[in-house]
């Protein structure tokens, strides 16, 4: 009997509740998590001190020049294993957007990629153990779910869980993992599905912190840096901790900007790098670790996690305004190669690194300025709060910035200047980035982000033809008995020669019925006095990305079809489940063509159903398993809106 199946037969036999079986589940998770994380960070240190001392050591003889090659051999066993994830279309992308699918690869290829990771961390490319141990966490959450058969929405939460408790382990900052959970994995999940939020947050609560306290017990509870005490010179100046805050949504928008295009120079998308097209993996990895030997050779200071030298910046330990500017560029251009080459992490860590230089750098410069006139922070302060605010606008995740850097310091002074500086970082960001509306809006909808797909859908393919509709001059309680008694969310109001004129809905009878009565009681007033007589309308020929703007900038749940040449004539009725079964629809249809013309598609299991029946989710009551819950599609969401990277 299979592990899976032995687990199903003790639920099925024991019938816990599914508070009980969710948090067994969330304990498990953070217990499996914390120590896979442990293991993944003893696992670098192990490949560092094998690649920089016993390797650099053993060669040293032979001249410091050895460290160019120590990367690339890293990059070569790297290669091995990326052919063997590549066997199974599991090729780690750069690319942030939402991690779709059910999570549900094979056993051995969760560890083939996390020593992957580890040893590309560890032979020094620029890149971070915070995105591998999320999607660690992630993927245990995932396959611990799909064991025990849960529904959809149960290993989702897991995975939201297991993502948590992966940055709780790597950080040893519980609280962050949390947040970082809400605001970036669980988070569309939390638009759609409002049933048990309480519950959901707790199964996320329990498995960070077993996961951070595994780690605590493992690694120690040294935090992941010794900051120093910050201490507020003058409110006066809050106004230079703006100015950081511009820079680092300029610095964040760079980064990310980079790493893009180094991937679409990789992919031979240039037009001077066609040629890269023809160049195998390897030799690709190859070309990304003699860039990360010579800056090893040249700039030892930039090369792998480096965390050590966000340690000395923050340490006060001095270095020169040139030496942190070539530091900034150097890290920035040797992460995107990094990240683009083929080599396995993430982005949370060079981020780090960037905001701790960009944030000492600009201590110097307004210390230089402003010494004489007002009293001005030592750098070390301005590198804390650059770390959270090019963090945060890089992962677009504020929040979760502002209170890992919070939990780390654990000093309420630093909160001030930290929010203004990650506020303004994450708006400035928001203005500039364009294609975030979109997304914005299709999850404001519970659909993962992928406009395309909605664009190519009209609105004359979904609508529903002869909505239900009142006349206006219909008294209300007669016009209320009629929804109600069909069940119908709204109704249309057209007056006597059928021209729209507005729409009752059961939000507009229930703030009648809560109203005072004044001196017209309810059984005197008719539909006209209180339907919502300023309607957005669409048309039949645009497409549902068109519509669902429209329906979310006043989160409406249905939007009328009308004529185009006749504005006040409906011909139909468009609502947000119309548009979710659309989009899955199409979904599926890809998933179809891609099988028969083996060309790529997006993935099947993106797809997300949505019953609006009785608050119901993928036909889920409170049932805690179910019986297909192990070919369930699962939405699998490691990044984060707009980055162009994996974190």
């Known amino acids: ?19 009980t079986v969710m948090l067994i589940s969330a304990i498990a998770v953070g217990l499996i998590s914390g120590t896979a994380v442990t293991l993944f960070r003893k696992l670098i240190l192990f490949t560092e001190e094998f690649y920089w001392h016993e390797i650099a050591v053993f060669f040293s003889a032979k001249g410091h020049w050895i460290v160019l090659f120590i990367p690339m051999m890293g990059a070569l066993v790297v290669s091995l294993l990326r052919l063997q994830l590549d066997k199974y279309e599991l090729a780690i992308s750069p690319k942030a957007q939402p991690v779709t699918g059910d999570a549900g690869m094979p056993y051995f290829q969760i560890p083939l990629k996390t020593v992957a990771a580890a040893l590309s961390l560890g032979s020094g490319a620029s890149l971070g153990p915070e995105g591998p141990s999320v999607e660690l966490g992630s993927n245990i959450g995932s396959q611990l779910g799909r064991m025990m058969q849960f529904s959809s929405e149960r290993i989702r939460l897991l995975i939201g869980a297991g993502g948590a408790a992966g940055l709780a382990a790597g950080f040893n900052a519980p609280i962050a993992g949390v947040f970082f959970a809400l605001e970036v994995l669980l988070r569309d999940s939390y638009r759609t599905n409002k049933s048990s939020p309480n519950s959901d947050v707790s199964v996320v609560v329990i498995a960070s912190v077993i996961s951070a306290l595994v780690s605590q017990i493992s690694l120690g509870e040294r935090p992941a840096f010794s900051l120093p005490v910050y201490e507020v010179k003058s409110y006066w100046e809050l106004p230079l901790y703006l100015g ?31 040629f890269m097209q023809n160049v195998p993996m390897p030799i690709k990895l190859q070309m990304g670790g003699l860039c990360v030997g010579i800056a090893a050779f040249t700039f030892p200071e930039a090369i792998s996690i480096g965390y050590e030298t966000v340690e000395s910046i923050l340490q006060d330990t001095p270095f020169t305004i040139p030496l942190l500017a070539i530091l900034l560029v150097v890290k920035l251009g040797l992460t995107a190669i990094s990240a683009a080459s083929g080599f396995v992490g993430g982005i949370f860590a060079p981020a780090i690194f960037l905001g701790a230089v960009l944030g000492s750098l600009y201590g110097q410069a307004i210390a230089a300025f402003f010494a004489s006139s007002i009293a001005i922070a030592n750098s070390p302060a301005y590198a804390l709060v650059g770390m959270a605010a090019v963090l945060a606008g890089t992962v677009r995740a504020p929040l979760t910035s502002v209170l890992l850097l919070f939990e780390m310091t654990r000093d309420y002074r630093i909160v001030l200047p930290l929010m203004a500086a990650v506020g303004l970082c994450a708006w400035v960001l928001d203005q ?23 664009e190519k859908i009209k609105i004359a393919e979904v609508m529903t033809l002869n909505p239900a509709s009142i006349k206006y001059s219909m008294p209300l309680m007669q016009a209320a008995q009629f929804i109600t008694s069909g069940y119908h969310h709204s109704a249309l109001v057209f007056d006597d020669i059928n ?29 006209q006095n209180i339907c919502t007589k300023d309607v957005i309308c669409t048309f039949a020929d645009e497409s549902l990305a068109e519509a669902l703007k429209r329906m979310s900038t006043r989160d409406l749940r249905q939007m009328p079809v009308v004529d185009r040449n006749q504005p006040k004539r409906v011909i139909g009725m468009v609502d947000r489940l119309a548009i979710t079964t659309a989009y899955n629809t199409a979904l599926t249809k890809q998933a179809i063509a891609a099988r028969i013309t083996n060309k790529p598609a997006i993935p099947i299991n993106s797809v997300v159903i949505i019953s609006e029946k009785n608050g119901e989710k993928n036909g889920e009551k409170d049932n805690n398993l179910k019986d297909n819950g192990k070919d369930s599609p699962v939405e699998l969401k490691l990044d984060v809106q707009s980055t162009e990277v994996i974190f």
């Open 432 to 454: 500039i980035d364009t294609v975030k509306g979109d997304r914005l809006t299709i999850q404001w909808a519970g659909l993962p982000a992928d406009i395309a797909v909605l």
């Open 1 to 19: 009997m299979s592990l899976s199946r032995l687990l199903v037969t003790v639920l099925n036999r024991l019938q816990p509740s599914a508070e």
């Open 499 to 527: 021209h729209l004129q507005g729409i009752l809905t059961t939000q507009d009878l229930n703030r009648s019925l809560s109203m005072p009565s004044g001196d017209r009681p309810l059984e005197e007033l008719t539909v």
């Open 244 to 274: 950081l805050g511009i820079l680092a949504s300029a610095v964040a928008l760079i980064f990310t900007r980079a790493i893009k295009q180094a991937k679409s120079f990789f992919a031979g998308e240039w037009a001077i790098a066609k």
